[in-house]
Antibody, heavy 119, light 108 residues
Framework: QVQLVQSGAEVKKPGASVKVSCQASGYTFTDYAITWVRQAPGQGLEWLGWIAPYNGDTKYSQILQARVTLTTDTPTSTAYLELRSLTSDDTAIYYC????????????WGQGTLVTVSS | DIQMTQSPSSVSASVGDRVTITCRAS??????LAWYQQKPGQAPKLLIYAASVLQSGVPSRFSGSGSGTDFTLTISSLQPEDFATYYC??????????FGQGTRVEIK
């Protein structure tokens, strides 16, 4: 079955970078774009960006555009989110997601990766 | 950017109650709207897409309506497993999507 498995929790110091992975299985990785969303503790969902594995196209949140990079590795069916210059405001659960037959909505989600930024 | 505003931010209800949650878009989004349910410690779950289409496997007590700027999620008879937070998501500007701030459905 379709599955997105994310990397484990991270603890980072302010100013550091973090790279979260999202490994896909159960479908052809290049068939669907991956969206990244985060959720700060007790807060709502924030869109971070989108990447199309089939051609490498990306789209980023304007707020984070200068600090975030999305990439994919097709041989391993893995998507990556890298966030630089971390602050405490980046403490959140980071999710990857996509829509299997619904390209604009998300019916498959990773389990989430908690990134904690603390000195 | 398209802003999504949900109301109320929280609602207290009893099992069997009818619950209605509203989502308003800052500009017209046709029917490019989804609803998600999120329980603590879990990823969001897609309930409804295209404003009114029930996702496969979602109970029929959930329904969605609306188009343009005003949308509604209705739970016709609240069940114990429905206590959760609900989010709307606009897809008109996909891939630059936005979510509402969430509505928490609590036990009365």
């Amino acid at each position: 079955q379709v599955q997105l498995v994310q990397s484990g929790a991270e603890v980072k110091k302010p100013g550091a970078s973090v790279k979260v992975s999202c490994q896909a299985s159960g479908y052809t990785f290049t068939d669907y774009a991956i969206t990244w969303v985060r959720q700060a503790p007790g807060q709502g969902l924030e869109w971070l960006g989108w990447i199309a594995p089939y051609n490498g196209d990306t789209k980023y949140s304007q707020i984070l555009q200068a600090r975030v990079t999305l990439t994919t590795d097709t041989p391993t069916s893995t998507a990556y989110l890298e966030l630089r210059s971390l602050t405490s405001d980046d403490t959140a659960i980071y999710y990857c997601a996509f829509g299997t037959d619904l390209p604009y909505y998300f019916d498959s989600w990773g389990q989430g990766t908690l990134v904690t930024v603390s000195s | 950017d398209i802003q999504m505003t949900q109301s109320p931010s929280s609602v207290s209800a009893s099992v069997g109650d009818r619950v209605t949650i509203t989502c308003r878009a800052s500009q017209g989004i046709y029917s490019w709207l989804a609803w998600y349910q999120q329980k603590p410690g879990q990823a969001p779950k897609l309930l409804i897409y295209a404003a009114s289409v029930l996702q496969s496997g979602v109970p029929s007590r959930f329904s969605g309506s609306g188009s343009g700027t005003d949308f509604t999620l209705t739970i016709s008879s609240l069940q114990p497993e429905d206590f959760a937070t609900y989010y709307c998501q606009q897809a008109k500007s996909f891939p630059s999507i936005t979510f509402g701030q969430g509505t928490r459905v609590e036990i009365k």
